[in-house]
């Protein structure tokens, strides 16, 4: 056998959303057994790999403890020698202020191969999602881009005479570069524009002039941020819908991402926390962006197999004995088939046995492996498949996979109370995250969500426990929650929710993620209205 060969990709992440990314950098992403990211590296991103991917943060952020270039290199060296896919995950483009030099050098003295992957660089994303065209045929023949990481080595008398400048890593440092500007000769009334998180749902803007941005950014964190000066900056009044007024700040995450002047979508304007399951958000959250929303991920439970096997693997050697298996959800049905297949059966190990499912997207899930329920019931939710079980119960024998951690308590009470014969074995198990995203955190700090969704009471529970490590007590929790709607998928997911928040704002009338979202379009519909 060939011992596969390893191969290093310096990947661009572009500017944050995985909407930015090329196709290449997509594909290699699914592919990676090993990525290795970089600080600003959005969220998102790290759920394009494969759970069995080893995902190493090596984040460089000023003025906090990171992992040295020499240890990176080491890393990449390491895991391409070891016959490894690697990716080598960097914001924006990798030859735009990456530090490629280093790590090609690396990857050349031991004998590695590697590839580069260019990304769309920050310094010409964020002025286009700010409305800043960087060229113009009378403001601007020309621009510079620059980092101001060590501003005393930069050239201020040359820069101060080009026509547009675009400044990363600058934010710490903009005091002095106003002040090497002015005193080589701009004026104090040059246009400025600071985009901060640029192409991420936590994207704010503020235009001025050098004379007055002092003032209104005072005791706000610039970073990451991209700094544009020159008086293209005041063509953005010109070519948004809303102005953006140079003697006034704003301090409202906007997303423009999708500069159009297309018409208003039903959840423009409205900021959406989604708390699915890691790797599992994606769809819903794609239907919300196609509805005009932005969107926020923040995966309030890991699915994971369970601490032993060994239950479902006696089951399905035993399936002949059963009568019927019963699926709640799409993780029982991946991973049941998964062990079905690890034993080395296939589906005719079934043909004995009758299959209900709860949801459509449970049903979805099995069909992928080309098989059809026998029943499904009407109202999508576990505690009514008895009433509508369409046969007898008593003396059958029930095959019920489920989280470890045990759930459904209703449903197995009343099969069993039915007369029938329930096994229940774990088949995997539902944990809380150990961290937050920077993005959620932010917004939640800032106050900017309107609407957090929850589709399952673990959602709820596990979402409690992590924004502990957000605020620093109870009142802080209520007063950063006060404002926010509350929405669920259906009943159990709001008893939930009035436990622990005391309140649901909207629970869909179809207990699935469409209806969900039906009921978020119809609740923001219906909040207009009343203000109109």
């Known amino acids: 056998m060939t011992e596969q060969k390893g191969k290093v990709y310096l990947v661009g992440a572009g500017p944050g959303n995985v909407a930015y990314l090329t196709l290449k950098a997509y594909s290699l992403l699914g592919k990676a057994q090993v990525l290795i990211y970089d600080a600003l590296v959005d969220q998102q991103l790290l759920e394009c790999v494969s759970p069995n991917c080893l995902r190493l943060d090596v984040g460089k952020r000023g003025g906090k403890p990171s992992t040295s270039q020499g240890e990176i290199n080491q890393l990449l060296v390491q895991h391409c020698l070891e016959g490894k896919q690697v990716v080598r995950l960097k914001s924006g483009d990798p030859f735009i202020f990456g530090r490629c030099t280093a790590e090609i050098q690396a990857l050349q003295g031991s004998g590695c191969e590697f590839e580069v992957v260019p990304g769309v660089s920050s310094a010409l994303a964020a002025p286009l999602m700010a409305g800043i065209p960087l060229t113009d045929p009378v403001l601007s023949r020309c621009f510079a881009v ?103 700040v704003s301090h409202t995450p906007t997303m423009l991402s999708n500069f159009s002047s297309s018409g208003q979508l039903p959840l423009t304007g409205k900021t959406i926390l989604v708390t699915r399951s890691s790797g599992q958000s994606s769809q819903f959250s794609d239907r919300l962006t196609a509805s005009g929303a932005t969107v926020i991920e923040m995966p309030t439970l890991e699915i994971v197999p369970p601490l032993s096997w060994n239950a479902l693997d006696q089951a399905i050697a035993d399936l002949a004995d059963f009568d019927w298996l019963i699926l709640t959800s799409t993780n029982g049905v991946n991973y049941f088939f998964e062990r079905l297949f690890a034993q080395g059966k296939d589906v005719r190990a079934l043909s004995g046995v009758k299959i209900a499912v709860v949801g459509e997207k449970t049903a979805a899930s099995l069909s992928q492996f080309c098989l059809q329920p026998d029943f499904i019931p009407p109202n ?138 039906q009921a978020l379009i119809k609740w923001v519909k219906n909040s207009e209205f009343t203000h109109e």
């Open 380 to 517: 999508f939710v576990a505690d009514s498949l008895v009433a509508n079980f369409p046969e007898a119960l008593q003396s059958k024998k029930v095959l019920f996979p489920r989280v470890e951690s045990g759930g459904r308590e209703v449903l197995v009470k009343e099969l069993t109370a039915q007369g029938a014969v329930v096994i229940e074995v774990a088949a995997y198990q539902s944990r809380c995250p150990s961290n937050i995203p920077e993005s959620a955190k932010f917004a939640l700090q800032n106050r900017t969500i309107d609407i957090i969704t929850f589709a399952s009471s673990k959602t709820v529970k596990f979402f409690c426990q992590l924004i502990e490590q957000v605020f620093d007590c109870n009142s802080d929790i209520t007063y950063a929650l006060e404002k926010i709607c509350i929405a669920s998928i259906g009943p159990e997911t709001s008893k939930t929710c009035h436990t622990l928040f005391g309140r649901v704002n909207i629970e869909a009338e179809e207990y699935t993620l469409d209806g969900l979202t």
């Open 146 to 248: 620059l980092t101001a990481h060590e501003p005393d080595a930069l050239d201020w008398d040359g820069l101060s005479r080009l026509d547009t400048l675009v400044i990363l890593m600058g934010g710490r440092h903009l005091p002095e570069i106003i002040h090497q500007l002015v005193r080589h000769g701009r004026s104090l009334s040059t246009a400025i524009a600071i985009i901060r998180w640029a192409g991420t749902p936590n994207q704010q803007i503020w235009t001025a002039e050098l004379d007055n941005i002092l003032e209104q950014t005072s005791g706000v964190s610039l970073s990451p941020v991209v700094i544009v000066i020159g008086e293209v900056v005041r063509l953005c009044n010109y070519l948004q819908s809303e102005k953006i007024s140079l003697d006034k």
